[in-house]
């Protein structure tokens, strides 16, 4: 027999212990929501780069600024190196104050490209690079990276994409595009999305407009109501949504930004709010069992937007596939060149070379549905890069040929 105190001590021990389990348990079960804070920016459409940067890149900056100082709870997600890039190059100053944002952890680098792209028109190889050189850019600039490839307003998706986002090594793949006539419907919320090699990829479908408002208490009604009966992971419900504003960039509109924080302070939530970069849920469930979630194959096509842009302003589409084959062609002679020379290959003026092609790729460019006047700005860079890329070529040849017995007895 124990003395009764040491028998004291063990029904108090394996009470607290009983009781940090079944809390454990409830929080392991209790449902999740994650919010992805966000503004669209078309960087061309409507209005051209100089607009984008004179009004919309700079807005963007100081109202989200604004937000940080007033609502510490206040998070943001903006996509686009190539816009960050612009941000770098105008404004400066901001630029190094949203820098102490990202190392706080407040403003998310998101998205993984180097701009908001279309993917029915350009290369597989495009698409790869839009991420190669994006979350390279986050990586030298802030010193992180996204892991998923945020599209919310692209016209369209192939069959092939969830193939390249998996071999790109990112997690997972969100849009609202669908809810704008997918011929398909819209499959799922939360799911997996499986390309012809069999790849998957944690896929989020349907998480509202990027414009959606925050209601006031949505701890109560239609927001709930969704999570309730949404997609579970282990039996715990969870929900992913964008809220913001597009289509010129800025910040959230502080009402929603009020309202969520509102509901983030009360006590006694019976549910959980992540409300942050929009590829936690992806980093989240990266290991979970995804066993039990739907499926879906194949291209995922809108009914209007896709065929459309197959034809709208065919010349910015035949440039951008000239460019496409001469990075091919200025790559594999760089390859030969510096294996026959032992020359060092040139991957600084092949980036300049695809970072400047890449932004004509954005979703409202190659697809042909801007003004005059931002279609003109982008073939002006198709031929900067373009003769970037030539540029590459005709110095890998005279490499080449340098190394060539172009003798008589070299013939024979």
Not at 196 to 221: I, M, N
Not at 226 to 252: A, C, E, H, M, V
């Amino acid at each position: 027999m124990f003395p009764l105190r040491n028998q004291t001590f063990c029904v108090a021990f394996l009470l607290c212990f009983v009781t940090s389990k079944l809390k454990a348990d409830a929080a392991s079960t209790r449902p999740r929501l994650y919010l992805s804070p966000y503004t669209h920016l078309d960087t061309q459409w409507l209005w051209t780069y100089e607009d984008s940067i004179n009004k919309y890149l700079k807005n963007t900056l100081d109202d989200n600024f604004a937000l940080f100082e007033k609502y510490p709870e206040h998070q943001f997600n903006f996509t686009g190196a190539f816009r960050y890039k612009l941000m770098k190059t105008y404004w400066p100053a901001r630029y190094e104050q949203l820098k102490s944002y990202v190392a706080a952890g407040r403003w998310h680098p998101a998205g993984s490209s180097w701009e908001e792209n279309d993917v029915v028109l350009p290369d597989p190889e495009s698409i790869q690079r839009q991420i190669l050189y994006g979350n390279k850019f986050f990586a030298e600039e802030f010193g992180k990276t996204s892991v998923d490839y945020m599209l919310p307003d692209s016209f369209g998706f192939p069959a092939s994409l969830p193939t390249v986002v998996a071999h790109a090594g990112l997690q997972g793949f969100s849009s609202q595009k669908l809810s704008w006539g997918s011929a398909r419907g819209v499959p799922f919320n939360i799911g997996l999305w499986e390309g012809a090699d069999g790849s998957r990829v944690l896929s989020v479908l349907d998480p509202g407009p990027y414009e959606t408002k925050v209601p006031k208490d949505f701890d109560q009604g239609e927001w709930m109501q969704r999570l309730s009966q949404g997609t579970k992971f282990n039996g715990k419900p969870i929900d992913y949504r964008y809220y913001g504003i597009g289509d010129t960039g800025g910040s959230p509109r502080e009402e929603d930004v009020k309202n969520l924080v509102e509901v983030m302070r009360k006590p006694n939530l019976s549910f959980d709010i992540i409300n942050g970069s929009s590829d936690q849920f992806f980093r989240d469930f990266a290991t979970a069992d995804k066993s039990q979630l739907p499926v879906v194959k194949g291209e995922m096509l809108l009914t209007e937007h896709s065929a459309g842009i197959l034809s709208s302003n065919s010349r910015i589409k035949n440039e951008n596939r000239k460019t496409e084959v001469l990075a091919k062609q200025a790559e594999s002679l760089a390859t030969m060149a510096s294996y026959f020379d032992g020359t060092i290959y040139p991957k600084a003026k092949l980036r300049k070379a695809w970072e400047t092609l890449l932004p004509v790729q954005m979703h409202d460019i190659i697809t042909g549905t801007a003004v005059p006047q931002a279609i003109s700005h982008s073939m002006n860079d198709t031929a900067i890069a373009q003769n970037l890329f030539r540029g590459v070529i005709d110095h890998s040849i005279g490499l080449i040929t340098q190394k060539m017995d172009l003798s008589e007895a070299g013939y024979n």
